[in-house]
């Protein structure tokens, strides 16, 4: 079992940026695929990017593309989403997930993944 816990969200203007961690319990992180997932009110839970176990396939949705950056330190058992240019369309909750049967393919949909974080606040005002 993996425990995952965000951190980071917050109020932030338009065209700012946050950093999000997700701090991982277990040393079998490393050998996981994370993403990143999203859910806005009234919408369904949305991929927002992917990474392999040692950082060298990183997938994004078009949505965040270039805006976002997907990282990880298995030595601190964290992945990591940096996010600039955020735009009021990006609030929402923000969820980290691990894929414990993957550790390099990186799936986009949501019920692949077997360990969630409790999820961090974004709200971008505009």
């Known amino acids: 079992q993996v425990q995952l816990v965000e951190s980071g969200g917050g109020l932030v203007q338009a065209g700012g940026s946050l950093r999000l961690s997700c701090a991982a319990s277990?040393?079998?992180?490393?050998?996981?695929?994370m993403g990143w997932f999203r859910q806005a009110p009234g919408k369904e839970r949305q991929f927002v990017a992917a990474?392999?176990?040692?950082?060298?396939?990183?997938y994004y949705a078009d949505s965040v593309k270039g805006r976002f950056t997907i990282s990880r330190d298995n030595a601190k058992n964290t992945v990591y989403l940096q996010m600039n240019s955020l735009k009021p369309e990006d609030t929402a909750v923000y969820y980290c997930?691990?894929?414990?049967?993957?550790?390099?393919?990186?799936?986009?949909?949501?019920?692949?993944?077997?360990?969630w974080g409790q999820g961090t606040q974004v709200t971008v005002s505009s």
């Open positions: 997930a691990a894929d414990r049967g993957s550790s390099w393919f990186l799936d986009l949909r949501p019920y692949k993944y077997d360990y």
């Open positions: 277990a040393d079998t992180f490393s050998t996981y695929a």
């Open positions: 990474i392999s176990w040692n950082g060298g396939n990183t």
